[in-house]
């Protein structure tokens, strides 16, 4: 069973920047596309960032310019670079595949301060 783990979150003031950590048990060399989501309380968990393996790159028009996604296969491990964060950047951050297809981590909890 393929286990993920989020890392990375924490309390950051606007405009500040966080790095998120997603370590997959298994390999992801095999998996074409790895994503990241958000959920924040009361809403549905939405789609943030993708990566292929072909370094194909797809951003939600609410993080463009500021979020950036990478992979290094080699370590099972995905990316959320977070710089210019928002308060309503402020949510539970988790990874999967795109479209999701493995059983979800426990996310790692982004608060975002004003």
């Known amino acids: 069973q393929v286990q993920l783990v989020e890392s990375g979150g924490g309390l950051v003031e606007r405009g500040g920047s966080l790095r998120l950590s997603c370590a997959v048990s298994g390999s992801i060399s095999s998996i074409d596309a790895m994503g990241w989501y958000r959920q924040a309380p009361g809403n549905q968990r939405e789609w943030v960032a993708r990566i292929t393996n072909g370094g194909m790159i797809r951003y939600a028009d609410s993080v463009k310019g500021r979020f950036t996604i990478s992979r290094d296969n080699a370590k099972n491990t995905v990316y959320l670079q977070m710089n210019s964060l928002k308060v309503e950047d402020t949510a539970a951050y988790y990874c999967?595949?795109?479209?999701?297809?493995?059983?979800w981590g426990q996310g790692a909890q982004v608060t975002v301060s004003s």
């Open positions: 999967n595949g795109f479209p999701p297809r493995m059983n």
